[in-house]
């Protein structure tokens, strides 16, 4: 008799993860959709940039806007501008930008002149935003991340409980 | 209170072609540490294959770099090294550039997701 009610509550307990683990495979569905949409959100914000980085180009001189004008090891150091946060929301890392406060930075900008055309800082603003939809992605994939690891985790509980 | 500075954010770092590190660094993401070592690495078509696992096994070392934006085509030289990387953090995030749309099915993570799909799993 005894026996009998433990198998039953066993069932019944492989039964509930069963449909957790529906649950979070439908979950998984969508947010692979939603990491996808993300991707595609930052090519278009990429692609509209590098219309006004050729703008710039073309106004200012091939060389004008290219990776010469980058800092390298020998330039002196300084911060970034936008650096993220890590937060924690229902237990998922996730990710926040935030402005960097220090006092070692510099506008990106002035690397390419003073004097620089409207389309250089077009292609700024758009990158600046970029950097939002790259770390909206990132919590995606980091919630991504999360769900792959519960689902493997119900599964080898469903191969415990069958074997 | 001098001491006491500011909790400092992490990076975003970046590897890929011109327009993409041009473009992300102009937006405010570059930085030269005081041992003057960047968070971005610019790819061209003479950049061996070696230089770059060197750099994207550095970033993933480097405890101040949370992200890792690295081009789709540039990851496909060396998937076998972002394939081994499977921690959360840094988050390595494939995008796509002007030349190269993206496309899904090359995506290291999304591949990974869709593999706990495979029928073999299932009937376990």
Known sequence: MTLETKEDLETDNVDVVCDLLDKLVLKQLHLMEEKMVCELNIESCINNGSIHLAKSRYIMGQSSVSTARLPMESSPEFSALTTCETTEEDDVQQLKVVENNNKSKV???????V????????????????INVVVECVN???????????????????????? | ???????????????????????????????????????????????????????????????????????????????????????????VLEIPSKDHPYDASKD??????KGMFNPDDLVR
């Not at chain 1, 506008?107 to 002149?113: S, T, V």
């Open chain 1, 107 to 113: 506008n990106p900008i002035r690397w390419f002149g």
């Open chain 1, 115 to 130: 004097l620089v055309p409207q389309n250089l800082h077009k292609a700024q603003s758009i990158f600046q935003n970029t």
């Open chain 2, 1 to 91: 209170m001098a001491l006491h500075a500011a909790v400092k954010g992490k990076l975003i770092s970046v590897i890929g072609d011109e327009d993409t590190c041009v473009g992300f660094l102009l937006g405010g993401i570059g930085e030269i540490n005081k041992n003057r070592h960047p968070n971005f690495m610019v790819v061209d078509k003479n950049t061996a294959v070696s230089e770059l696992e060197d750099c994207f096994k550095r970033f993933v070392k480097r405890d101040d770099i949370d992200i890792i934006l690295i081009n789709q085509n540039v990851a496909e030289l060396i998937r076998h090294v972002i394939d081994a990387h499977t921690a959360p953090v840094p988050a």
């Open chain 2, 108 to 113: 290291s993570i999304l591949r990974r997701a």
């Open chain 1, 140 to 163: 995606v994939q980091l919630q991504l991340f999360e769900n792959m690891r519960n689902i493997d985790a119900l599964k080898k509980y469903v191969c415990l409980a069958k074997s």
